[in-house]
């Protein structure tokens, strides 16, 4: 990302954002509401055009190219599907839309415990079933680079420590993640960098170790906290 | 592409119960027409009037309900190799297709159960469920022009249907006002421009014509009714009805192109 800038009417989202995630990295991009997290991660999906600046993924334009994006495993906050679908009619949809050449890796379904949820419809189906049927469609094409928007967010215990171990072994396949959540825990097994956003702009870009130095604080919500005492003062 | 997120949205409306809602709403309606009063012109002309005020109300606002629904969804859609003017087309037609389907059988069904529909009654049937699919299309593409437009859910539904009100009742009475304050002065061929300015009178006017019922229009009527039973009336009438389902498909894409989500 080069120089991105994004307003909405007066209220100035993003002020100038300059990042580059390496691969087999894992980026939490944290911050208060309202920092720009979501909005960054919107323009890097291609769903929020920026003013100005430049996003690339894996050498290709972000914005309003199909290539980039067939790159990217996306999994949203809130997982929302029509009512009267099921998880493998997304699945098929997914797979028709991307075009691979390879067949799809749907591990994560069993891993998951799926299994005979994929057959129903999803307005029957919990949040928490419908955000694993996101996490197997944002994986199932083995992406280069994933966006989790508070991947765990209504996933029982077990699913999530699934989630978190598949994501492990994603990045030691090399796939590059930025991740956002409120769950710290997650953020400190997950993320060996951390992006601190205020009023759009980045006020601390480092490891977990770098950041614990500078504030003094050991967990990464104390950590966070810190910072924000120190912007305010 | 197209085809398989048109099939996809297709599959969606077919397991869902607004559109069995939908098509039982028109069945209703036109089987309690056909039962108080037979297959007869005076039921096709109160089916004009119930179908003109509720083919726009249900278009503009369930389209835009549906919009604000989906659009979580829509996103995850963005996010995959799916170019934005396709997937517009296929939410276009997803919305579309199934009211415009569950409306015409509604329509249809009960005429041909009942039997002793004579060929003419089948064209002004036909020309009904035609216009019907117009207004549809031109209402739904509204829908999505408002929902694309404002973000917020509240004001985008209160835009729809204070479109509704505008064009289904409110232009009437602009037209009311017109003719009876400017009625000594001959203003029936400003009269014809006005009507193509709104998609509802329009069809109003070219079912009242297929129905030969223009005569209850007075002199106004025959002025019409000379107009569109030219070739160029029939020419105009068209046009203005391509135009009327066509410019708003292409201003919602446009706007749905450059959108952030």
């Known amino acids: 990302m080069e120089n991105v800038r994004k307003s909405f009417g007066d209220n100035q989202v993003l002020a100038g954002i300059d990042l580059q995630f390496q691969r087999g990295e894992t980026t939490a991009i944290v911050g208060p509401n309202g920092a720009g997290k979501s909005t960054l991660i919107k323009c890097l999906l291609g769903l929020v055009r920026p003013d100005h600046g430049r996003l690339l993924i894996g050498g290709l334009n972000a914005q309003h190219n199909a290539a980039a994006r067939r790159l990217v495993g996306y999994m949203p906050q809130h997982a929302e599907f029509p009512g009267g679908m099921t998880g493998r009619d997304m699945i098929r949809l997914v797979e028709e839309l991307r075009q691979e050449d390879r067949a799809p890796d749907l591990s994560l379904v069993r891993t998951l415990g799926l299994g005979a949820d994929l057959e129903q419809p999803f307005r029957t189906l919990s949040g928490g079933t419908r955000q694993k049927v996101s996490a197997v469609l944002a994986s199932m094409f083995a992406p280069h680079v994933y966006v989790l928007d508070e991947p765990t967010a209504g996933l029982d215990p077990v699913a999530g420590a699934a989630l978190k171990d598949h994501m492990a072994a994603e990045r030691e396949r090399g796939a590059t993640t930025l991740l956002t959540s409120h769950v710290m825990a997650d953020l400190e097994e997950l993320a060996d960098r951390v992006v601190f956003l205020l009023d759009g702009r980045i006020r601390f870009d480092g490891t977990m170790n770098e950041l614990r130095e500078l504030t003094g604080r050991e967990r990464l919500e104390r950590a966070i906290a810190t910072l924000l005492e120190g912007d305010a003062a | ?261």
């Open chain 2, 1 to 261: 592409m197209m085809t398989t997120l048109v099939r996809f949205h297709i599959k969606n409306a077919l397991r869902s119960r607004w559109l069995v809602a939908h098509f039982v709403l028109y069945l209703l309606i036109t089987e309690g027409l056909l039962l108080a009063s037979g297959a007869s012109d005076k039921t096709l002309l109160s089916l004009i009037n119930v179908v003109l005020l509720l083919v726009p109300l249900v278009g503009l606002v369930f389209g835009t309900i549906h919009q604000y629904n989906g659009r979580e969804f829509t996103e995850l859609l963005l996010t995959q190799p799916v170019r934005r003017s396709v997937l517009f087309g296929s939410l276009m037609a997803g919305v579309a297709l199934p009211l415009v389907a569950s409306f015409a059988l509604g329509v249809f069904l009960p005429f041909a159960w009942h039997g002793g529909v004579t060929w003419y009654q089948g064209v002004r049937i036909g020309t009904l469920i035609g216009l019907g699919s117009v207004l549809t299309t031109t209402s739904v593409a509204a829908a999505f022009m408002v929902s694309t437009g404002q973000a917020d859910r509240v004001r985008g539904i209160g835009t729809a249907l204070g479109l509704w009100l505008i064009y289904a009742v409110l232009f009437d009475g602009a037209v009311l006002l017109m003719v009876t304050t400017l009625g000594q002065w001959p203003i029936e061929k400003a009269l014809l421009g006005v009507m193509l300015l709104n998609p509802v009178d329009l069809s109003r006017l070219i079912l009242l014509q297929v129905f030969d019922a223009a005569a209850m229009m007075g002199y106004t009527g025959a002025v019409f009714t000379r107009f569109f039973t030219s070739a160029t009336g029939y020419l105009v009438a068209g046009a203005a009805l391509v135009t009327w389902m066509v410019l708003p498909i292409l201003a919602a894409r446009h706007r749905f192109l450059r959108q952030d989500f």
